[in-house]
């Protein structure tokens, strides 16, 4: 029987969204904003703005600054402004799921974007196609306009609220009338978001780091299971649409995903990773000559850990920034005799070295085994290799693109088979108490290390596990 993924974007959406509301230039402020948030997406971005008549936007396939010019701007008209930038993987999905999608309504024209994932979209799909809605996309993103649109003898806010109350998973959401500004938080708070001031304004966004790049001022987080409501002439107003709040964030966001210059609930990414790297010299220290970092996520924690140890850091690898999107990828013969496009080893300094090298994470394995390959061969005479995060066993279903249950090597190896099978001399993982130390939380999302996903998830995991592979 034929196997059919129902919403094979949904399962990948690690993107970034950023608003504007009562700013001047909107358009050229969500421009910069976005290309501030480039690392949560580039595969497509876009940007929807409005004069209060019309809902104008631009959107493409590609990095912010080759999707928009000058010209493109100075058609997105008015004050008010949301975009989206996007993550996907291997299947792209094409222009028809780029965001910010518009609709055109009776009730209305609106645009909307969002980041995370929904896990019970298939329920929702199946219920509206029944009730006669059209999906134009594959994402996740078109049910909540379906949901939206549903109803449109009501208040669009109430009708909002319900729709909200209605989705189960990880969610920002940006909705733009030529009216109102609407900002939502998943009741979780799984997937950051947060405001702040600019010149009378207010800018909105996944990260921090975009903030600085607008000269806006930080204000505060969009709390879990919120809607703030911006509206022509009135003061913004805040309401919640589910009291069931927990601050559930996403580890992986201070891990991996995030900038090291955000700062995620009031923790700055940077610092929170220098902590896991000062906490994994505490708990697993080695007589070793250096310490290294895999650029750049891994550097932050690589600092920390020599800080802690008093082993001195150095940068035994080096990353090639201009690795992009479009770059043409080496063939296998090419790979065979050497190529390497994206790192390279410092030989000098790590020839004849006990090298201790922090990464962030491991999940496939394949990136560990290639690097600790390459240290080794460029005369390293020990690797020791931390992991500032625990081992991955699940995959994760709000969003964050982590795999399947057979290809994250934790989930069928223990960590003496990882450590064998990338080559090192030792291994140790990050626990999450760790991370929670790290963060000076209670709280956080563990799920792809633990298993405790934080929402009912509506299919079993095997089910789940299956769409992913598609
Ligand atoms: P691998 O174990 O080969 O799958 O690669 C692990 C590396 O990929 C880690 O060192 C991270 O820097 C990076 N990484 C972790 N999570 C993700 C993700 N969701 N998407 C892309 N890269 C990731
Ligand atoms: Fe983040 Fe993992 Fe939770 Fe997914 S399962 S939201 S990647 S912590």
Do not use: W
Not at 310 to 316: D, F, L, R, T
């Amino acid at each position: 029987m034929e196997k059919k993924c129902f919403f094979p974007q949904g399962l990948s959406e690690e993107c970034g969204v950023f608003g504007v509301f009562d700013c001047e230039n909107a358009a050229e402020l969500a421009y910069y904003g976005l290309h501030a948030l480039q690392h949560r997406g580039q595969e497509g971005c876009g940007i929807a703005t409005t004069d209060e008549k019309d809902i104008y936007r631009e959107r493409g396939e590609g990095l912010v600054t080759e999707i928009f010019s000058e010209t493109k701007l100075s058609k997105l008209k008015g004050n008010r402004a949301i975009g989206h930038v996007r993550y996907s993987t291997a299947g792209g999905g094409g222009i028809d799921n780029v965001q910010p999608f518009r609709f055109r309504h009776y009730s209305g024209d609106f645009s909307l974007c969002h980041n995370g994932n929904i896990v019970n979209s298939r329920g929702l799909k199946l219920m509206l196609e029944k009730q006669g809605s059209i999906f134009q996309s594959t994402s996740d993103t078109e049910i909540l306009a379906h949901l939206i649109k549903s109803d449109a003898r009501r208040d669009r806010l109430a009708v909002i609220m319900e729709a909200l109350s209605m989705i189960e998973g990880a969610y920002v959401f940006l909705i733009m009338t030529p009216t109102r500004l609407y900002v939502c938080r998943d009741k979780n708070g799984l997937r950051p978001l947060s405001i702040a001031t600019l010149n009378g304004g207010y800018v909105i966004s996944s990260e921090t780091c975009a903030f600085e790049a607008v000269g806006a001022t930080y204000l505060r987080d969009i709390e879990p299971g919120e809607i703030m409501v911006f509206e022509t002439g009135k003061e913004p107003c805040s309401y919640t649409f589910s009291e069931a709040n927990t601050h559930l964030m996403c580890s992986m966001e201070y891990i991996y995903f995030a900038r090291p210059d955000s700062d995620i609930e009031n923790i700055n990414v940077h610092t929170f990773r220098k902590q896991c790297g000062r906490l994994l010299a505490q708990l697993y220290p080695v007589d070793a000559d250096i310490v290294i970092g895999v650029p750049d996520s891994s550097t932050s924690a690589a600092i920390g850990y020599a800080e802690e140890s008093k082993i001195p850091y150095e940068m035994g690898l080096i990353k090639n920034k201009y690795v992009g999107r479009t770059f043409i990828q080496p063939s296998q013969a090419m790979r065979e005799k050497g190529v390497r496009l994206k790192l390279s080893p410092v030989r000098s300094l790590l020839k004849g070295k006990r090298v201790v090298l922090i990464d962030d994470s491991i999940v496939r394995g394949t990136t560990s085994s290639r690097i600790v390959q390459m240290v080794r061969e460029a005369g390293a005479a020990m690797i020791h290799v931390r992991i500032a995060s625990p081992p991955m066993k699940h995959p994760c279903f709000y969003g964050i693109d982590t795999s399947t249950y057979e290809e994250l090597i934790s989930a069928s190896k223990n960590e003496n088979e990882v450590c064998q099978y990338i080559g090192a001399d030792s291994l140790y993982f990050l626990p999450k108490e760790a991370l929670l130390q790290a963060g000076q939380r209670t709280q956080m999302c563990f799920a792809c290390f633990d298993g405790n996903y934080p929402t009912f998830l509506y299919q079993s995991k095997d089910e789940l596990n299956t769409e992913r592979k598609f």
